[in-house]
């Protein structure tokens, strides 16, 4: 049974830095993307990092140069690294996992809707 756990959300003031942790139990696919999303009270949901099982990489425009998605398959975690953090980026941040084909890029799934996996989310408070 696979699982995801987020964790290292918090609340911070605006231009300092996070970084949330999503480890994954029992995820042993060979081809598999992650995507890191994010869902605001009154906001569509929004992916904003993507990484898979070729270790490429892909950002939302909102958040590129200044947050880094990165995976430790020894750990089978996933990590954002966030800096620079705005106002805007509060939010509930979720992680989510889904095997692919062989064939499919990992970074499509950025603007997937359906994952076969989720994380509970960890909330995310940037303070101007």
């Known amino acids: 049974r696979v699982q995801l756990v987020e964790s290292g959300g918090g609340s911070v003031q605006a231009g300092g830095s996070l970084r949330l942790s999503c480890a994954a139990a029992?995820?042993?696919?060979?081809?598999?993307?992650m995507v890191w999303f994010r869902h605001a009270p009154g906001k569509e949901r929004e992916g904003v990092a993507v990484t898979g099982s070729d270790g490429s990489t892909s950002y939302a425009e909102s958040v590129k140069g200044r947050f880094t998605i990165s995976q430790d398959n020894a750990k089978n975690t996933l990590y954002l690294q966030m800096n620079s953090l705005k106002p805007e980026d509060t939010s509930m941040y979720y992680c989510?996992?889904?095997?692919?084909?062989?064939?499919?890029?990992?970074?499509?799934?950025?603007?997937?809707?359906?994952?076969?996996?989720w994380g509970q989310g960890t909330q995310v408070t940037v303070s101007s």
């Open positions: 029992g995820y042993t696919y060979d081809y598999y993307c």
């Open positions: 989510a996992a889904s095997p692919i084909y062989s064939w499919e890029v990992p970074t499509t799934c950025l603007g997937r809707t359906h994952f076969d996996y």
